[in-house]
């Protein structure tokens, strides 16, 4: 089969899962031949993206976690979480994971929720943009665990999408995609430097004080690891998590199951769980082979690249029983939407609180939700999700909808 899973067009296109199914039947171990650049392995079914993501006595994610990284390496290897294989990783997961776990972060559960509710619009908006309102949830929540000021929110959402999707035109820059990764990563850089000065004068006792406290083996992080850190926590939220509401709502909107599930609340962590299944939002990861290995009884040499499609896996047939249908009720979620082993990601509890009070919200706000325009996706390997998502918003009130 020929396709170039490299291409960001391929994804702004429309549903790649008609590739991905092809591939799962004929070719799941899939070899990309480079385009002026190295290749790289693609694995679509559930059970080898579950391998691949989770064995890293076979696979490093010390050499890039990203497509757009394929054959430059990534300078934080080794030094921030996303990108640091264990024992090193676990022990700097685990302050993190204490400081992210749902009941550590409980003291804002009611600002995220007010947040949530500011966010929504109301009735003199009854046709908004959903991907915009959503693109602001994730420093709703984000922002008061690193004390973000809700003025620098906004702009710091844009650049976390310049990292995540430099080829979008919504984002990228006219000198071209290299030159809007490079921005990008100056000014998150540039402001988390800022952020952790101020911080080592006045501790606020967020998750930026938790990183600046951090030992590994008896060693504080360096100022470099610290802010790489930062980059990797606004990256790991500020652009995935606003696209499982906004893919959930686009299929669910074409046939009234909006309507079906927001009228049973016993549905709704149930349906979180689809939603993130459904929107798969993080499209990969990608690790590269320590030695000579078999993957699924493909040889993979020592230095190959290997990408793990996590929206393919999530919709394997052999895992998943009528896999191309959301359905809110579906028991037994086995979902690969926020990785699996060591880098499972270490924010799932909040961002599955997040999406529990957003869905909440959102049910109880609006009665029905239409498509009021074509939505328009990301032009971006990695980011799967909608950046436009025009709608119409039927309002609750008085026992029935208000439109």
């Known amino acids: 089969m020929t396709v170039d899973l490299a291409d960001p067009a391929l994804y702004a296109r429309g549903d790649p899962h008609a590739v991905w199914r092809a591939l799962r039947r004929a070719d799941p171990v899939h070899w990309q031949p480079g385009t002026g650049g190295p290749g790289f392995w693609s694995v679509v079914r559930y059970e080898d993206v579950q391998r691949v993501l989770s064995d890293h006595t076979r696979f490093t994610s010390e050499r890039g976690t990203l497509l757009n990284l394929l054959g430059r390496g990534d300078p934080a290897g080794g030094r921030q979480l996303a990108v640091t294989d264990p ?9 993190l994971h204490r400081a992210l776990k749902p009941r ?3 003291a804002h559960t009611g600002v995220i929720r007010d947040g949530i509710r500011a966010l929504l619009p109301g009735r003199d908006r009854p046709e908004f943009d959903l991907a915009a309102v959503c693109g602001l949830l994730p420093l709703t929540v984000l922002g008061p665990l690193l004390s973000l000021p809700e003025a620098d929110r906004p702009h710091l959402v844009r650049l976390a ?3 995540a999707a430099e080829e979008d035109p919504a984002v990228q820059l006219p000198q071209g995609p290299a030159a809007t ?3 990008a990563h100056r000014e998150l850089f540039a402001y988390f430097a800022d952020l952790v000065r101020e911080r080592r004068r006045r501790p606020r006792g967020d998750l930026v004080d938790v990183l600046l406290a951090m030992e590994v083996d008896g060693v504080r992080l360096t100022p470099g690891e610290v802010l790489s850190n930062c980059y990797s926590l606004l990256l790991g ?26 009228a049973d609340p016993g549905l709704l962590a149930g349906g979180v769980e689809e939603a993130l299944r459904w929107a798969s939002p993080a499209g990969h990861f990608m690790r590269h082979a320590r030695h000579d290995t078999v993957l699924a009884g493909v040889p993979v040499a020592a230095g190959d690249a290997v990408v793990a499609w996590l929206g393919a896996a999530n919709r394997d047939p052999a895992v998943f029983a009528g896999p191309d249908v959301f359905d809110p ?17 270490v924010g799932a509890g909040i961002a599955r609180v997040t999406l529990r009070l957003f869905f909440a919200e959102l049910f109880a706000r609006y009665a029905s939700l239409r498509l009021a325009g074509e939505p328009v996706r990301a032009r971006s390997t990695f980011l799967s999700g909608y950046l436009q998502m025009p709608v119409r ?5 008085r026992g029935k909808e208000q439109r």
């Open 329 to 345: 009720a579906r028991s037994g979620n086995r979902h690969l939407a926020f990785g699996a082993g060591p880098h499972y990601c």
């Open 161 to 163: 999408l310049m990292s």
């Open 181 to 183: 990764l490079h921005r």
């Open 393 to 397: 918003a039927g309002f609750r009130g």
């Open 237 to 262: 939220a500020g652009v995935t998590l606003a696209h499982v509401p906004t893919a959930a709502v686009a299929e669910l909107s074409r046939d009234g199951g909006y309507e079906a599930w927001a």
């Open 104 to 106: 550590s972060v409980q």
């Open 87 to 95: 024992p090193r990783h676990d022990r700097m997961r685990a302050p």
